[in-house]
């Protein structure tokens, strides 16, 4: 098996879905001509043509509601929003046109589309290019939300939301574009939207995440376990709509939760999963459900210092393990 | 352009049908039989000299609330009207979960829109663009109100349109007010057809209360679009003779004088008057309109008054397009 | 037949209105449309056009006054009619009740020991109550001398080889073998190592004299745990009046679906069963049909809220367990299929603890997987309803006055007559065979 980057992933998934339908097509700022500024559409213009690779202009809005349009006609866009950080003035055609079209229509329209964006930091981009934004759309009923952290899943997830019938919003930890690698097999393979996956078997603590932070999660775990401590390791993956059974049975067998992701605390996707697990596996909780997550300012500081103080990494993870271990 | 006589008698019948079923939505209000209603009084020839000159069925329409006129010009009745008006189950245009006047029709192309102003262009220039990338000679017709024009989301949809040259006419049905604010509240051009030159398209201005005058104009940039050669601004100036709904009061920002002078120039009035002074329409011929009319209408009120509401159940349904219930 | 008057609701906040002039008197003949009276809101000030021909009967608001939207105004009719004393139409207000917080847990007895027990977890206070623990005799190992989760299953496992506790009963014991299996899929041959779970038999109570001895005979004693069946099922039967309902259904769709899914399902690394059908169809009447997913009591009837699904296993003559699929209503498809995975993975490798074998709502038994067409279940108390599923068989049906070769199943449903009729069992079962038909 081939191991490979992320991005490349996501490119063969993309490159994959354009040739097997010709109802797919990519849109965004610079997919086209330059590739993606990440690359992550690099080689699809020269191959499919500025049909199936559009530029479009410098209008985050329309490069949803375009979008929108195309998938009511029958299409399947793959919309990419250039940093998940310049999403919010789609977010008028995502959440009050996208999300509830196939409800309002009683099932006549519906929108079968991606709108796939980088997200989060330590990447040295300031507030404006390392935001964390799943938590505004993980509140919508109608869309669904995932977030890869590793090649297989991503190709894979990425392949099934392109033929999935909803809109979904599809966020990649740009920090582990080429950072992370995996093995990816040959062949056509697809992993469904809905199961979140249990990475690494454990029975002490249970340790919910997504995206960048299940990377630096299965780094925990191994540390701990050097100090006994047997960490389950859940890649949630798909986080709206959630597997709620998986969760409820992983901290039925460990009494102990903690979830940790990238975004601030406060209204974090984090705080769903902690009441869900509050609420429905109470009698099985052998302490407090923890989060660990960004701090509560607005977004991540530029310069080095503040930075790694907002990041989370493998040494802070394997703190609150630990502290939740010994509770 | 010649207009048979059989064509405009179908065009006066359409503009009478819309106008009693709206006074007669306007009377349900008043006696407490229905919640609320949004007017297309003023509208009728714009609206319906609009839908003439499209290939009905063929091409597409994303239209705004007010276009009552429009839709029964496309075959919406006055049952599915009142069914909609009543919240009843099955309403064609989304089975009570929209308030009514939002429409949809999928078997005429006519997508499903929401309350959030000019939503609806960018998903017309997506359809448009769809149009396109499949080499077809269909047209998208969207239609708004001259307040939409102000908002972000028509300046991005006409200027992709114009940049590809997409099918897509869009028509502004300038009716002096939205809700409290006259036009030079809303733009500083004299007339909203002005703007387009700055989009880099064709805009033109026409007086929206003659439906020969809307049916040529719109037939013009319908050959174009079909052709090939792109999208037009059209903006139908009328004058909205009801306040802007039914929850409106509009004694606060207008005077009773403005109203009573703009009726004599009320669309049916303009219509009924040149299709006499033709012999097109006589005394006899309207009477029998009128007859006709007002039945259909009756026995429309009487079927959805008594017509069931949804099962409770149907409130949660279909949020994803795998929910959706077929037959 | 009179026709009332309303107060119309002129807009979404308006909620009252006055009356500022009558055009019509009472006794006056109008015609529908005629404008009949004047009325002022604080959003907008409009007549109100008649909504039937007549005579105005009666006028009940006069000029001046100010009622709610909704209050009658006026009766239109024939002349000398009475006016039928109808309410105006009520307002309906859309109440949403919060979905209530899980059950709670018992609030943990202060156990009275030596020693003050610090923070006592929900999982600590359930483990303790459901094993009849006195926590005072555990050691905690967590912070501050806390006793946790695993300090008391490490001291239920020595106190099993120490002091043995009465038997529990055979519905709430994990025990070994199989769990639910579905037709095609065999588990790992075998049966693994017994749970440690000898304990002494309570006699059972003194039953009908013995059969007359013959020539020949064998005295076979009988083993613990089929003793406890045996009062076990007595005792359902005694308690319970049991009648069994039967319907068939045509599961063309479920096996259509479950082909569709279930090369999806194993990429993940588990199997799609037909029993994860059946739980889904039944947690679906259930809600429904919520009258079923309770239990007899002295005092009334105990509605349970929580829809536990528990799925009957019988080994031959070892032991009987129901595994528990908790919230099987919360659970999509793919839920119930991980958890009746999950259940049989630790059923396998004896994991099991006695909280999943345990309190089930309503309860599921495969018998046909034996081959078995249909039976008469008996009540896994204090359940008020078992459903048996039979094998699944293709038969020809008719269908729109053709023969038709359909996957059928018949679906027996035991229920507790003193708690549901025939009604509401067949229309419970009626559900389920819907559900199942119409899967998508």
Redesign the interface.
Known sequence: MAEITLIDALRQAMDEELARDDQVFIMGEDVGVRGGVFRATMGLYEKYGPQRVIDTPLAELSIAGVGIGAALYGMRPICEIQFGDFIYPAINQIVSEAAKMCYRSNGEWTVPLVIRAPYGGGIGGGLYHSQSVEAFFTHVPGLKVVIPSNPYDAKGLLKSAVRDNNPILFFEPKKGYRLIRGEVPEGEYTVPIGPANISRPGTDVSVFTYGMMHYYALQAAEQVAAEGISAEVVDLRTLYPVDRATILASVRKTGKALIVHEDNLTGGYGAEVAATIASDAFPDLDAPVRRLCGPDVPAVPFSHPLQDWFMLDPEKIAGAIRSLARY | MEISTDMQREMYWNMLLSRRLDERAWALHRQGRIAFHISAIGHEAAQVGAAFALRRGYDWIAPYYRDLAMMVALGFTPRHFMLSLMGKRGEPTSGGRQMPSHFSMRNMNVVSHSAPVATQCVHAAGIGLAIKLHKEDKVVLTSLGEGSTAQGEWYEAVNWAAIHQLPVIFMVENNMYAISEPMEKQMAVKSAAEKACGLGLPGVAVDGTNIFAMYEAVKSAVDLARTGQGPTLIEARMYRMTPHSSDDDDRAYRSRAEVEEHKKLDPMLVGRTAMEQTGVLDEKSLAELETRAKDIIDEAVQYAEKAPYPDVIEGSFPVYAEEVRHG | MSTN????????SVIEGTVTKWLKQEGEQIQE?DALVEINTD???????S?ASGTLLKIMVPEGATVS??ALLAVIGSPGEVPDNVHSPAMITQVTIPPE??A??RPVSAVSGSRPLGFI??????LAHENNLDLSQVQGS??GG?I???DVLAYLETRQVVNPAPEPAAWETPGDGELFRPPEIQFAGGIPGKLNLTRPVAPPAAGPAPAAALPGDVLKPFSPARKIIAERMSASKHSSPHVTTVMEADLKLVVAHREANKA?FE??GFHLTFSAYFVAACAAAIKAFPDVNSSWSAEGLVLHRPINIGLAVSLGEESLIVPVIK?AD???L???A??IN?LAERARSQRL?P?EVHGSTFTITNHGISGSLFATPIINQPNCAILGVGAIQKRPVVIDDAIAIRPMVYLGLTFDHRILDGAIADGFLSKVVEVLENW?
């Open positions: 008057i309303i107060m119309p609701k002129l807009g979404e449309m959003k907008v000030d409009t007549e109100i056009p909504p939207a909704g917080a899980g709670a847990t977890s929900p999982v600590v206070a359930k967590g912070e806390r946790t989760k695993k999806a990429r993940d919230g919360g659970l999509s793919l839920g119930i991980r958890a999950d603890l909280d998508i």
